[in-house]
């Protein structure tokens, strides 16, 4: 069974009463009258590593958009905490947004402010903390991420690995316990890369957050992931969802088998009797 | 939803914080300003921050805390938190106040004389860069000149139509404007010494031989120059100009010719454009001094000759050829990342339009 840290700083367990950190249900998503996705429903649990999966173009990233609700679906519902943040409109769904971090592929930090200035930027627009409380805090969450030592480089300065840790402590600055990082490990060399998903584990296990990640990197898959699902362009459908260790040995889906065993379609013509 | 306060209660000689309900980013501000005001009023008094009602901290909660407990102080006034959850503990904890001693570094300043410098320096350098890139430039022409058919005429053509044939509104609307601002305001004066025929004059020359091609060249710097520099700078950050390298060929034969060769071959056109009309617009106006269109095309034909003409639109030549070759070289010189593309843009903006002054100058002292 799934254990499930306490939520960021609370003092009190998890309660098993909370309804799940996101929640999908009946989706159809697509772009125009090209449909990526239909009738997908599935929950993310507190305190859980969820990873979408799947292959180029299957619409893994823009279900994260529709998650996060810079997409609007064709049909169905997204509930964020309980809340469908699909019918949410104006003040209500940016009080939503804010529940969610969000790492962008690049890491998408602003090229005119320092890594710094790049974190504490949610904490100038939402809060009315003073500059000296606002820069402890960015240079905590910097630390978190194992960046301190960067907190005055510009960004057009960092590694494509340092980015992403600085997205991430962005992602965390106004308190988000739901995180979702879009190809944490795409372009990464193999340590930097396995740094980022040790920096995703700490963070889940010190401060309780819920990961939503969307990647096909997989060894970062078989590193972080409590669970996965995995999108199919074909059939536009989730055709899996598991532990990925369970996933790779235990399905019966040749899709899922071909993608957890890197075979390409050749092999896997060659395989069938 | 419990709300977080905190008070200064005495008990014998310690000062008793209270931290109750949730702390967030959105609550800690007034909670994190009192926390501080009782630990500054009370220097040599030891502190006691009771966190028992504490519900929850996010990462600015968690901050708090931190900030409360890193606070240099008195031995006998140091501050002690109680019945802080062992989780948040553990997260305060992990933090060492070593890290947080210095101030966080800001950007470098520099002072005025640094930075006019370090400007200066940076000028002179651009001169070098940018006369061994007309060098660069030059070869490329004459080496165009003797094997034409290697010329990327497909693609002078399609510059010269976005640089020249789209420009041809905004060309017309300024030419026009700048013809009847000048004979209004010529006009105006030259009324009330009874010269008004003499407006003409003006109008002609100025349109001819100055306005015509400055006013072009500065409406080609801003819409091609910039767009030159912004097309080169994003293939730059693309890495298609390391590609067409690593395939033999030379940027500035492939990307930067075609455009020195149609902005050269369209800025004389557009600026012919801009005479006729700004004449044309200084026409209108003086026929409301009574210059009648004739009276005003038979002194304009004694005002100007051939030379005033060719003047301009060799000034014109010049000038497309000064704002395509900065517009590429700065293309060209772009740094990393999408932000590197506007400076770039921007500096062949700027750049160009000093240059067109410059170079104006230049054409003034000599023709006069």
Redesign the interface.
């Known amino acids: 069974m799934l254990q499930t840290p306490?939520?960021?700083?609370?003092?009190?367990p998890a309660s098993s009463e909370r309804p799940p950190a996101i929640s999908v249900r009946g989706l159809k998503m697509g772009y125009g009258t090209r449909v990526l996705l239909e009738n997908a429903s599935f929950d993310v649990k507190r305190g859980e590593i969820m990873v979408i999966l799947g292959g180029s173009g299957s619409g893994k990233s823009s279900l994260m958009k529709n998650i996060i609700g810079l997409y609007r679906p064709m049909d169905g519902d997204i509930l964020i905490d309980g809340t469908s943040i699909v019918r949410a409109r104006g003040q209500d769904k940016a009080h939503l947004q804010c529940k969610l971090g969000v790492m962008y592929q690049s890491g998408a930090l602003f090229?005119?402010l320092?890594v710094?200035e790049n974190v504490r930027f949610?904490?100038d627009q939402?809060?009315?903390?003073?500059l000296g409380?606002k820069?402890?805090?960015a240079?905590?969450?910097l630390?978190q991420v194992e960046m301190?030592y960067a907190?005055?480089f510009m960004?057009?300065a960092l590694s494509g690995g340092m980015l992403k840790r600085a997205g991430i402590a962005r992602a965390?600055?106004?308190?988000s316990?739901i995180l979702t990082l879009d190809e944490p490990s795409a372009g990464l060399d193999p340590i930097t890369a396995a740094n980022l998903d040790r920096t995703i584990l700490s963070l889940r296990e010190?401060?309780g957050l819920t990961f939503v990640v969307v990647t096909h990197e997989l060894q970062s898959i078989f590193a972080i992931a409590d669970r996965a699902i995995m999108l199919d362009p074909v059939s536009r459908s989730i055709i899996a969802e598991g532990k990925p260790s369970e996933l790779r040995d235990r399905s019966d889906d040749p899709r899922v088998r071909q993608f957890f065993n890197r075979q390409s379609d050749a092999a896997m013509h060659k395989a069938k009797p | 939803m419990a709300t977080a306060t905190t008070s200064g209660l005495r008990t014998d000689d310690s000062v008793k914080v209270v931290l109750e309900g949730r702390i967030?980013?959105?609550t800690?501000?007034?909670i994190?300003?009192d926390a501080l005001d009782t630990l500054a009023r009370n220097p040599d008094r030891p502190i006691v921050v009771d966190a028992s009602r504490?519900?929850?901290?996010?990462?600015?909660?968690?901050?708090?805390l931190?900030?409360l407990l890193r606070r240099d102080r008195p031995p006998q006034a140091k501050v002690e938190m109680r019945d802080l959850?062992a989780?948040?503990a553990?997260?305060v904890e992990?933090?060492d106040p070593k890290?947080?001693a210095q101030?966080?570094?800001?950007?470098p300043q520099i002072g005025i004389l640094e930075h006019i410098g370090r400007v200066a320096a940076q000028e002179v350098a651009y001169v070098k860069t940018i006369a061994a890139f007309l060098g660069q430039c030059a070869g490329a022409l004459w080496y165009a000149i003797r094997h034409r058919g290697l010329v990327r005429w497909g693609e002078v053509v399609s510059v010269a139509t976005e640089a020249g044939a789209n420009a041809v509104p905004i060309v017309l609307l300024i030419g026009f404007l700048m013809g009847v601002i000048i004979a209004f305001e010529i006009g105006l004066v030259a009324q009330q010494f009874g010269a008004v025929i003499f407006v003409v004059n003006g109008v002609g020359v100025a349109m001819l031989r100055e306005l015509g091609a400055l006013m072009t060249a500065i409406v080609f710097a801003g819409r091609t120059g910039a767009a030159f520099a912004a097309q080169i700078g994003t293939q730059k950050v693309n890495e298609e100009v390391n590609a067409i390298q690593t395939f033999g060929l030379d940027p500035v034969h492939f990307l930067v010719l075609p455009r020195l060769i149609a902005a050269v071959l369209v800025m004389p056109l557009l600026t012919v454009l801009a005479d006729v009309i700004g004449i044309f617009g200084g026409a209108l106006v003086m026929a409301t001094f009574n210059v009648s269109f004739v009276l005003f095309y038979n002194q304009l034909l004694g005002a100007v000759d051939t030379g005033d003409f060719v003047l301009g639109i060799v000034k014109a030549a010049v000038f497309g050829l000064a704002i395509a070759g900065i517009g590429c070289q700065r293309g060209l010189a772009t740094?990393?990342?999408?932000?590197?593309v506007g400076l770039s843009a921007t500096s062949a903006v700027v750049k160009s339009i000093v240059w067109i002054v410059v170079l104006d100058g230049i054409f003034t002292v000599l023709t006069s």
Not at chain 1, 172 to 175: E, H, S, V, W
Not at chain 2, 335 to 340: I, L, V
Request: zero cysteines; glycine letters at 14%; hydrophobic letters at 40%.
């Open positions: 306490n939520p960021l700083g609370s003092v009190r090229g005119s320092t710094l949610p904490l939402f809060t009315d903390l003073g409380e820069n402890l805090t240079r905590m969450l630390r301190g907190e005055g960004p057009g965390m600055a106004l308190g316990d010190d401060l | 967030t980013a959105y800690a501000a007034p994190w300003k504490l519900e929850y901290a996010d990462d600015v909660g968690i901050a708090l931190f900030d959850a989780n948040l553990a997260l992990a933090f890290d947080f101030p966080p570094p800001g950007r740094g990393e990342g999408a932000t590197a």
